[in-house]
């Protein structure tokens, strides 16, 4: 079920500075343990392959973008094999190539983050992929001219830092490619400004198939958005707590004892 809205009671503003705390404590534990290029975070920050040929120096972070790139490919056959298969065996051998290789992009990231929390006996924590829903709503007739739901191609945890049992009340994003932890309505708001680019494409392109028209006048319009989490596809295992326990033996740094 996809998390659009907080409709439970929520803990007093201290515990929950506390929580977040806590998973962005998490966060960072993992990013140390799990060290990854991201041709991805290349591309989205720094804009390489637009500026490549600009000057030597672009040329060798050009280079650098494509050895990047095919490190994270490697990666991504062992993702892909995982996300088909859907097996623990897959899954700790995913682990193990993201951390020779020392690559990968918001999926594989979530992967190890999600090995972290379970190495630390944190069960509930699940991966959810962003998307943005467009409602396109003429103002004159009142009419949903236009209403779709577009991914965002990026991937993060929705962790509830509970043992046994989980409460839904102490949910918070975890975000290990982009490095951070908050609480569900202020990750949306971080992924609005961190997306902004992309969401303005995204209207323009719904704009520009609307209905075919020749001419349109944006202002006779009103634009909907929201962001939306979904479940990704590719959270499986046979037991997270013996994932956990796995993790636990084989990367004894992952136990966060701060």
């Known amino acids: 079920m996809e998390i659009s809205s907080l409709n439970f009671m929520q803990p007093n503003f201290t515990a929950r500075k506390e929580?977040?705390?806590?998973?962005?404590?998490?966060?960072?534990?993992?990013?140390?343990?799990?060290?990854?290029?991201?041709?991805?975070?290349?591309?989205?920050?720094?804009?390489?392959?637009?500026?490549?040929?600009?000057?030597?120096?672009s040329k060798k972070a050009d280079r650098l973008y494509n050895k990047v790139s095919e490190r994270v490919g490697k990666v991504r056959e062992h993702s892909d094999v995982y996300s088909e298969n859907r097996s623990d065996g897959e899954y700790k051998a995913l682990l193990g190539c993201i951390k020779d290789l020392k690559a990968g992009n918001c999926e594989e990231c979530s992967d190890t983050l999600t090995a972290t929390l379970a190495a630390n006996g944190y069960y509930h924590s699940?991966?959810?992929?962003?998307?943005?829903?467009?409602?396109?709503?003429?103002?004159?007739t009142g009419e949903v001219e236009s209403s779709s739901r577009n991914q965002l191609d990026h991937t993060f945890v929705v962790t509830t830092?509970?043992?046994?049992?989980?409460?839904?009340?102490?949910?918070?994003?975890?975000?290990?490619?982009?490095?951070?932890a908050d609480s569900i309505s202020g990750a949306?708001?971080?992924?609005?400004?961190?997306?902004?680019d992309r969401i303005k494409e995204i209207i323009l392109e719904k704009f520009l198939t609307l209905n075919n028209k020749e001419t349109i006048n944006p202002s006779d319009y009103?634009?909907?958005?929201?962001?939306?989490?979904?479940?990704?596809?590719?959270?499986?295992?046979?037991?997270?707590?013996?994932?956990g326990d796995y993790c636990k033996r084989k990367y004894k740094e992952l136990v966060f004892n701060n």
């Open 19 to 57: 929580i977040i705390r806590r998973a962005d404590d998490l966060v960072r534990h993992s990013r140390k343990n799990f060290p990854v290029l991201s041709n991805s975070y290349m591309d989205m920050f720094y804009n390489i392959r637009n500026y490549a040929f600009l000057s030597d120096k």
């Open 222 to 243: 009103e634009v909907r958005t929201k962001m939306v989490f979904c479940p990704s596809l590719r959270d499986a295992y046979d037991s997270i707590e013996e994932m």
């Open 188 to 196: 949306k708001e971080k992924y609005k400004k961190i997306y902004s």
């Open 126 to 140: 699940y991966k959810y992929d962003l998307a943005l829903d467009v409602s396109i709503i003429n103002k004159e």
């Open 161 to 180: 830092l509970d043992k046994y049992p989980a409460s839904e009340k102490n949910r918070v994003v975890a975000d290990s490619w982009l490095g951070f």
